[in-house]
């Protein structure tokens, strides 16, 4: 299969309103068809046995995530995943491609896995480390990942942030003393605990007590700014 084959079929049924949309949503950088994302998936089924190592990728939004959605399903070994993520991520431009595909990643215990994510958080590219901070979704009812050293970091990176503020959010409710007490003492820019502590009070699964607690916490945090 090549990329005048996957062009033509997604053209037969794209839709023609939507690519402004999706390019706006998805924040992409590429062209985009304008495809639902249920037509992305039918594709992704329909040729996920497909060799698509010829795609020509940074054309198109759509080609680029059916390449890494296919890819990651095809290769069936963590060490090879990971290999291929690093090594392809300057196809990576788009946040949804990232939080799409990472379930495909095999999953192993915390211990073996720990150093597979430390090798995405070091990679130094925008979209493998999202990738690593995606794995940890996979342990957050263990408050082991509260232990790990060096686990969240500072970042200017708008789509990095997000996700480190995403997960401790997961994490608090399922360990909310131990995220809290990481608030308190963690040296992690405010912005990203901000944002974290924005998810906690939306979410209906934390009770309203720990939320005026970690309302109140952000004001003393901000007052240390």
């Known amino acids: 299969m090549d990329t005048k084959e996957i062009i033509k079929e997604i053209e037969s049924i794209t839709n023609k309103k939507n690519p402004e949309f999706l390019k706006k949503v998805t924040n992409t950088k590429l062209d985009c068809f304008g495809l639902y994302s249920k037509d992305i998936d039918f594709l992704i089924k329909s040729y996920k046995n497909e060799n698509v190592d010829s795609f020509d990728l940074n054309l198109y939004y759509e080609i680029n995530f059916i390449y890494f959605a296919i890819k990651l399903k095809q290769i069936k070994h963590l060490e090879e995943q990971i290999d ?133 916490l952000r004001k003393v945090l901000k007052n240390k700014m």
């Open 84 to 216: 291929f993520i690093i090594d392809k991520a300057n196809f990576i431009d788009s946040w949804a491609i990232t939080d799409s595909t990472y379930q495909s990643i095999e999953v192993r215990s915390f211990e073996e896995e720990l150093p597979f994510i430390y090798r995405l958080l070091n990679s130094g590219k925008t979209y493998a480390i999202r990738y690593g901070y995606l794995l940890l979704f996979n342990y957050k009812k263990s408050e082991k990942v509260m232990h790990v050293p060096f686990i969240f970091r500072n970042s200017d990176e708008y789509y990095i942030q997000m996700v480190e503020a995403w997960l401790l959010a997961e994490l608090f409710i399922f360990n909310p003393d131990v995220v809290y007490k990481f608030f308190v003492e963690a040296d992690l820019m405010y912005e990203i605990k901000r944002k974290a502590i924005q998810k906690i009070c939306d979410s209906y699964r934390v009770s309203d007590e720990y939320k005026e607690k970690v309302k109140a």
